[in-house]
């Protein structure tokens, strides 16, 4: 079984959807749960077989699809990877959990479990169509349960979410059929297997003209800077549930995809774009680090502070070594595990009071302790305080940046700064203080059922903080190998002084200015 | 005194002729049958057109089956020319033929249907379509579209609702002036080579170097104008809408698939060795008809209130992402457009389908047309499965993967990659984001807004019968799982069209 591992894993929850249609609806939830439960359990099992030591890829499985045209289901993990694969198990489980009272509850359980098989096919993907594939397919879940659960301006939101990625991903598509022809031209097969494309080496104009394509799909997933518009109205709209998911799983298919597309594919041009891109990334960190300070919604803070971390993943990435890399990655997991949870703790106080707006609360802490205090740990998760797993990723990314640029890597280093304060100055206005509202006084403390929800994401961003050697190890691993073959690939003089030779001997160079001072 | 003719019958290859005689032995049958004993109900007819239909699906299994052993075969004097591309398109108008007709068995009564003759023109248009694809004999080919033509425009008059004639004239007016642009651009081309065969008039031109290039463009100018017609290429699709809307829905979803596969086999053919010889003109004419119709039509349908006339518009728009396959003109791209064409008959033959089976014979209050969108609002709550399935076929037409078109458009974009038409790709590209719109506009309000015309979700499917249902069925296991047979059909498609020297 192992050996098909990631199918079963992509299929569990779509054949598990299938069969839901025949659950009478009363008892759709406990099937819910289990069937998540079994899909979470199977990627602990996954993670148990997997091996640490190993930089490339794991459970590879290969079926011929359209072997004319070079279209092959083939999927495999390392150690990119797998950690999302688990988070996403991991999010559907607990989200399916925690889901409150939901009206049609049984049609949202069978979306979130196509949704599912969505998720970990991107991740488990190794072919570019397969990965398109359910890349596209996961906007149709997402589309419905924000255009049937979501707020008054739900359709409008919905949409906008699905044509902004619709289009881009076009784009995309272009270019994975470009990459292709020229694989075709070189090799003299068709292939869309991204290890086939890894081997090839691309010109340097070429590369520039690919990686826009590229990234126009990517940008807008993540979504980076000037292509961010769709994503503050699809949290606002969406149900908690769905802006969960969103936030945890589906924005990463952006930056994961930049780390398996971008960075080995097109190393030069990876290179060429560093400093545009990363100017970029800190606009995303600071620009909307100050929008969300001016929000009067408590969601709206959290779907800006979400954008404004992403900003530090792409700057992680575009750091092109193994520091900024890993860190780029393991904040996306840490993101992942963060925002998820902000997201739920907004629908905690949502259900109670059915508004939002942060003047509605106040005093919060007296009433609500325990809420308070889960709120106050991922808050302080959120803005990186150290033993938190943000800390980690953070710190990572800035040292990888720190490498290439040093201006900009304090500029990002602001914009957490801005970051810290306009979640606390949130957490201010919604806990201290004196409670104003009469509605307020009488609030239930959080339930069982969302503790359930909760608890495990405080372990996991306390445990991941204080000691993240388990996930960063084998993370590390792959994206040296990573860095390596880019480094091996790239043409430019320029990306050969952005991207480090791990190779190369490590020798430190004492200037002749240290030895002039020594005498 | 004459001299008597001696031909001796093995060379007149009377086997190149079968698949087209079996549907005219039908139809002349099903007219014998009713002359004889009247007042039979629709479904003998249905059933005999069926299986005249299945016979003519095995001859053409066996004409594939001689042709990638022996190659192209002539025959009849050498007017009749079976290559791989008569063959595939055969298979294309037949076999969507054979999905079609069961339409007929609906639940409500519709007095088409209980004409006999409806089923006799049915059968005589498949065997002209058949003509018009199995010949390079210009002649031939006029011929078989305006049989084809006038049985098409007949069928769509005896729909017989307010719309129907308005149609059926507008069709036929429109499709009299393209036989017109046919018949003088068939003219200047025997004039200038004196030949009415298209491989023969390609040499001849080739021979002398283009040297009448004015007339040459002409003719390609008349040409294209009928084929821009036949095709509903902007600007000359002005009828397609209103005759889509006047038509049943069924009849809607056939138009929009089997007329045009036999007009753009006419049509590669014919613009094969013209976009081949390089003539710049014709290559920004092209062009240019692809790019608007894709665009302008995607446009159009982003703004119709019912779901009939926008899924006319897409058609359209659909007929445009094809047409690039004929300026791209490699064989990628000829392989590209019999893939895409079959993949395009299963899905948009469904969703028709799907409006046929909700077809209503009075229209409720509050309703101007008799699909507008309103009336499947909040279909998730009253017919879910109905609903699903509709969200599928969109979904499908929409390119999202792995339903079929998304393979289809796939493989056409790629074509237009290879061959180095890189902004044409991305225009393919984002002219399918824009069609993604009006797709999810259906979706948006099957699944996301409340009921409006009642909670009863038996009325999405009050026209159904078992023999819809199976070909719905049928559309949608097509639809899913296209994945699996995309490769077989691309090499079937590829080796046929490339054996054809295309």
Same mark, same amino acid.
């Given at each position: 079984m192992l050996d098909h591992i990631l199918s079963v894993l992509i299929f569990f929850p779509a054949l598990a959807a299938v069969f839901g249609?025949? #659950?009478q609806k009363e008892s759709m939830r406990a099937y819910g749960i289990a069937a998540s439960f079994i899909e979470f359990v199977l990627a602990l099992v996954l993670w148990y077989a997997f %091996?640490?030591?190993?930089a490339g890829m794991q459970f590879m499985e290969s079926i011929p699809l359209i072997p004319a045209f070079g279209i092959n289901y083939t999927l495999g993990v390392d150690g990119i990877s797998v950690f999302i694969v688990i988070l996403s198990a991991f999010f559907t489980f607990l989200g399916i959990a925690s889901l409150t009272d939901t009206p049609r509850e049984k049609n949202m359980i069978i979306t979130l479990l196509f949704l599912q098989m969505t998720m970990v096919g991107v991740f488990a993907a190794l072919d570019a169509i397969v990965f398109y594939t359910f890349w596209e397919l996961s906007l149709v879940p997402m589309l419905y349960i924000i255009g049937a659960w979501g707020g008054p301006l739900r359709v409008y939101a919905s949409i906008k979410f699905f044509l902004y990625t619709f289009a881009g991903s076009l784009v995309m598509l272009v270019g994975m059929l470009f990459m292709a022809y020229f694989y075709y031209q070189a090799a003299g097969v068709w292939s869309f297997s991204i290890l086939d494309w890894y081997r090839l080496v691309l010109p340097e104009n070429f590369q520039l003209w690919l990686f826009l394509a590229f990234f126009i799909g990517f940008a807008i997933k993540v979504p980076m800077f000037p292509f961010h518009t769709w994503l503050p109205y699809a949290h606002g709209q969406a149900p908690t549930i769905g802006s969960v998911i969103l936030a945890a799983i589906l924005l990463k298919m952006g930056t994961y995809a930049f780390v398996r597309f971008s960075l080995p594919l097109f190393p030069d041009a990876s290179a060429y774009f560093m400093i545009p891109i990363a100017v970029l990334a800190i606009i995303m960190v600071i620009y909307t680090a100050m929008v969300a300070y001016a929000q009067k919604d408590i969601k709206q803070v959290v779907a800006y502070s979400s954008i404004s971390h992403m900003g530090i993943i792409i700057l992680g990435t575009f750091a092109l070594n193994v520091e900024g890399i890993s860190g780029s990655i393991f904040l996306m997991l840490g993101h992942g595990v963060v925002a998820g949870a902000l997201f739920m703790l907004v629908g905690v106080i949502y259900d109670r009071r059915h508004t939002k707006l942060m003047s509605e609360f106040g005093g919060l802490a007296h009433v609500m302790p325990r809420y308070a205090t889960i709120f106050g740990i991922m808050l302080m998760a959120s803005v990186g305080l150290p033993l938190t797993i943000n800390f980690v990723g953070e710190f990572l990314s800035l040292l990888g940046f720190y490498q290439q640029s040093h201006i900009l890597t304090l500029l990002a280093g602001t914009g957490i700064i801005v970051g810290a304060i306009y979640m606390l100055a949130a957490y201010k206005k919604a806990f201290f203080g004196d409670i104003t509202k009469e509605e307020n006084k009488n609030l239930s403390d959080v339930n069982k059922k969302e503790l359930f929800g909760l608890i495990p994401l405080v372990i996991v961003a306390i445990w991941l903080g204080v000691y993240p050697k388990p996930v960063l190890d084998p993370i590390n691993n792959s994206v040296e190998a990573i860095v390596q073959l880019m480094h091996e690939k790239s043409t430019t003089a320029l990306a050969k002084e952005r #991207?480090? %030779?791990?190779?190369a001997p490590k020798v430190v160079v004492v200037k002749e200015t240290i030895i002039e001072e020594v005498n | 005194m004459l001299a008597p003719v001696n031909i001796p019958?093995? @060379?007149? &290859?009377v086997m190149t002729l079968t698949p087209m005689l079996i549907p005219i032995i039908g139809a002349l049958l099903i007219l014998v049958v009713d002359v004889l004993k009247g007042g039979l109900d629709k479904s003998l007819y249905v059933v005999l057109s069926l299986l005249f239909l299945a016979m003519d699906f095995f001859s053409l299994l066996s004409g594939a089956g001689v042709f990638s052993q022996n190659g192209t075969m002539l025959g009849m004097f050498d007017v009749m020319l079976v290559d791989g591309l008569a063959i595939l398109a055969q298979f294309i108008i037949v076999g969507a033929s054979m999905l079609f007709i069961p339409l007929a068995l609906t639940h409500k009564r519709f007095h088409e249907f209980s004409y006999p003759e409806f089923f006799a023109l049915f059968l005589f248009m498949i065997g002209g379509f058949q003509f018009m694809v199995a010949t390079d004999n210009i002649i031939l080919v006029f011929v078989g579209l305006e049989t084809s033509s006038l049985a098409l425009y007949t069928l769509i008059a005896m729909? &017989?609702? %307010?719309?129907s004639f308005e149609a059926a004239v507008k069709y036929f007016t429109m499709g009299a002036l393209a036989a017109g642009f046919f018949s003088f651009g068939a003219m200047i081309f025997y004039a200038l080579t004196g030949s009415v065969e298209i491989h023969k008039i390609a040499l001849i031109l080739a021979a002398n170097g283009y040297a009448d290039m004015g007339y040459v463009l002409v003719g390609v100018a008349f040409m294209l104008a009928a084929f821009a017609f036949k095709l509903s290429l902007i600007p000359f699709h002005t009828w397609a809408p209103d005759v889509y809307e006047g038509s049943s829905a069924a009849m809607a979803g056939y138009m929009s698939i089997v007329p045009k596969i036999a007009a753009f086999v006419v049509a590669m053919r014919f613009f094969e060795f013209l976009v081949h010889s390089h003539i710049v003109w014709l290559e920004i004419v092209l062009y240019a008809f692809v790019v608007l119709t894709m665009t302008a039509s995607n446009m159009w349908a982003l703004v119709q209130t019912d779901v009939k006339r926008m899924l006319a518009y897409s058609s359209i728009s659909h007929a445009g992402f094809v047409m690039a396959a004929i300026l791209i003109g490699t064989t990628q791209a000829n392989s590209a457009l019999f893939l895409y064409w079959v993949l395009f008959s299963f899905t948009n033959l469904g969703s028709f389908s799907m409006l046929w089976i909700s077809r209503q014979k009075h229209l409720p209050a509050?309703? @101007?047309? %008799?699909?507008?969108?309103n009336k499947f609002a909040g279909m998730i709550k009253t017919a879910p499965m109905t609903a699903v399935i509709m969200g599928l076929f969109m979904l499908s037409l929409a390119g999202v993967p792995p339903f079929a078109l998304f393979w289809g458009k796939l493989y056409m974009i790629s074509s237009a990659v290879t061959s180095g038409y890189t902004i044409l790709a991305l225009i393919m590209a984002l002219n399918s984001a824009i069609a993604g719109y009006y797709y999810l506009k259906l979706i948006v309000y099957m699944f996301m807004k409340e009921p409006v015309v009642g909670t009863n979700g038996s009325m999405y499917v009050s026209n159904a019968t078992i023999a819809l249902k199976t070909i719905i069925g049928i559309a949608a296991i097509g639809t899913i799982f296209a994945f699996v047979a995309i490769n077989p059909l691309l090499e079937f498609i590829t080796a046929f069209v490339y054996n054809s020297g295309y």
């Amino acid at each position: 079984m192992l050996d098909h591992i990631l199918s079963v894993l992509i299929f569990f929850p779509a054949l598990a959807a299938v069969f839901g249609f025949m #659950i009478q609806k009363e008892s759709m939830r406990a099937y819910g749960i289990a069937a998540s439960f079994i899909e979470f359990v199977l990627a602990l099992v996954l993670w148990y077989a997997f %091996d640490n030591h190993v930089a490339g890829m794991q459970f590879m499985e290969s079926i011929p699809l359209i072997p004319a045209f070079g279209i092959n289901y083939t999927l495999g993990v390392d150690g990119i990877s797998v950690f999302i694969v688990i988070l996403s198990a991991f999010f559907t489980f607990l989200g399916i959990a925690s889901l409150t009272d939901t009206p049609r509850e049984k049609n949202m359980i069978i979306t979130l479990l196509f949704l599912q098989m969505t998720m970990v096919g991107v991740f488990a993907a190794l072919d570019a169509i397969v990965f398109y594939t359910f890349w596209e397919l996961s906007l149709v879940p997402m589309l419905y349960i924000i255009g049937a659960w979501g707020g008054p301006l739900r359709v409008y939101a919905s949409i906008k979410f699905f044509l902004y990625t619709f289009a881009g991903s076009l784009v995309m598509l272009v270019g994975m059929l470009f990459m292709a022809y020229f694989y075709y031209q070189a090799a003299g097969v068709w292939s869309f297997s991204i290890l086939d494309w890894y081997r090839l080496v691309l010109p340097e104009n070429f590369q520039l003209w690919l990686f826009l394509a590229f990234f126009i799909g990517f940008a807008i997933k993540v979504p980076m800077f000037p292509f961010h518009t769709w994503l503050p109205y699809a949290h606002g709209q969406a149900p908690t549930i769905g802006s969960v998911i969103l936030a945890a799983i589906l924005l990463k298919m952006g930056t994961y995809a930049f780390v398996r597309f971008s960075l080995p594919l097109f190393p030069d041009a990876s290179a060429y774009f560093m400093i545009p891109i990363a100017v970029l990334a800190i606009i995303m960190v600071i620009y909307t680090a100050m929008v969300a300070y001016a929000q009067k919604d408590i969601k709206q803070v959290v779907a800006y502070s979400s954008i404004s971390h992403m900003g530090i993943i792409i700057l992680g990435t575009f750091a092109l070594n193994v520091e900024g890399i890993s860190g780029s990655i393991f904040l996306m997991l840490g993101h992942g595990v963060v925002a998820g949870a902000l997201f739920m703790l907004v629908g905690v106080i949502y259900d109670r009071r059915h508004t939002k707006l942060m003047s509605e609360f106040g005093g919060l802490a007296h009433v609500m302790p325990r809420y308070a205090t889960i709120f106050g740990i991922m808050l302080m998760a959120s803005v990186g305080l150290p033993l938190t797993i943000n800390f980690v990723g953070e710190f990572l990314s800035l040292l990888g940046f720190y490498q290439q640029s040093h201006i900009l890597t304090l500029l990002a280093g602001t914009g957490i700064i801005v970051g810290a304060i306009y979640m606390l100055a949130a957490y201010k206005k919604a806990f201290f203080g004196d409670i104003t509202k009469e509605e307020n006084k009488n609030l239930s403390d959080v339930n069982k059922k969302e503790l359930f929800g909760l608890i495990p994401l405080v372990i996991v961003a306390i445990w991941l903080g204080v000691y993240p050697k388990p996930v960063l190890d084998p993370i590390n691993n792959s994206v040296e190998a990573i860095v390596q073959l880019m480094h091996e690939k790239s043409t430019t003089a320029l990306a050969k002084e952005r #991207i480090p %030779d791990l190779t190369a001997p490590k020798v430190v160079v004492v200037k002749e200015t240290i030895i002039e001072e020594v005498n | 005194m004459l001299a008597p003719v001696n031909i001796p019958l093995e @060379s007149l &290859n009377v086997m190149t002729l079968t698949p087209m005689l079996i549907p005219i032995i039908g139809a002349l049958l099903i007219l014998v049958v009713d002359v004889l004993k009247g007042g039979l109900d629709k479904s003998l007819y249905v059933v005999l057109s069926l299986l005249f239909l299945a016979m003519d699906f095995f001859s053409l299994l066996s004409g594939a089956g001689v042709f990638s052993q022996n190659g192209t075969m002539l025959g009849m004097f050498d007017v009749m020319l079976v290559d791989g591309l008569a063959i595939l398109a055969q298979f294309i108008i037949v076999g969507a033929s054979m999905l079609f007709i069961p339409l007929a068995l609906t639940h409500k009564r519709f007095h088409e249907f209980s004409y006999p003759e409806f089923f006799a023109l049915f059968l005589f248009m498949i065997g002209g379509f058949q003509f018009m694809v199995a010949t390079d004999n210009i002649i031939l080919v006029f011929v078989g579209l305006e049989t084809s033509s006038l049985a098409l425009y007949t069928l769509i008059a005896m729909h &017989n609702r %307010d719309k129907s004639f308005e149609a059926a004239v507008k069709y036929f007016t429109m499709g009299a002036l393209a036989a017109g642009f046919f018949s003088f651009g068939a003219m200047i081309f025997y004039a200038l080579t004196g030949s009415v065969e298209i491989h023969k008039i390609a040499l001849i031109l080739a021979a002398n170097g283009y040297a009448d290039m004015g007339y040459v463009l002409v003719g390609v100018a008349f040409m294209l104008a009928a084929f821009a017609f036949k095709l509903s290429l902007i600007p000359f699709h002005t009828w397609a809408p209103d005759v889509y809307e006047g038509s049943s829905a069924a009849m809607a979803g056939y138009m929009s698939i089997v007329p045009k596969i036999a007009a753009f086999v006419v049509a590669m053919r014919f613009f094969e060795f013209l976009v081949h010889s390089h003539i710049v003109w014709l290559e920004i004419v092209l062009y240019a008809f692809v790019v608007l119709t894709m665009t302008a039509s995607n446009m159009w349908a982003l703004v119709q209130t019912d779901v009939k006339r926008m899924l006319a518009y897409s058609s359209i728009s659909h007929a445009g992402f094809v047409m690039a396959a004929i300026l791209i003109g490699t064989t990628q791209a000829n392989s590209a457009l019999f893939l895409y064409w079959v993949l395009f008959s299963f899905t948009n033959l469904g969703s028709f389908s799907m409006l046929w089976i909700s077809r209503q014979k009075h229209l409720p209050a509050g309703q @101007s047309s %008799d699909h507008s969108y309103n009336k499947f609002a909040g279909m998730i709550k009253t017919a879910p499965m109905t609903a699903v399935i509709m969200g599928l076929f969109m979904l499908s037409l929409a390119g999202v993967p792995p339903f079929a078109l998304f393979w289809g458009k796939l493989y056409m974009i790629s074509s237009a990659v290879t061959s180095g038409y890189t902004i044409l790709a991305l225009i393919m590209a984002l002219n399918s984001a824009i069609a993604g719109y009006y797709y999810l506009k259906l979706i948006v309000y099957m699944f996301m807004k409340e009921p409006v015309v009642g909670t009863n979700g038996s009325m999405y499917v009050s026209n159904a019968t078992i023999a819809l249902k199976t070909i719905i069925g049928i559309a949608a296991i097509g639809t899913i799982f296209a994945f699996v047979a995309i490769n077989p059909l691309l090499e079937f498609i590829t080796a046929f069209v490339y054996n054809s020297g295309y």
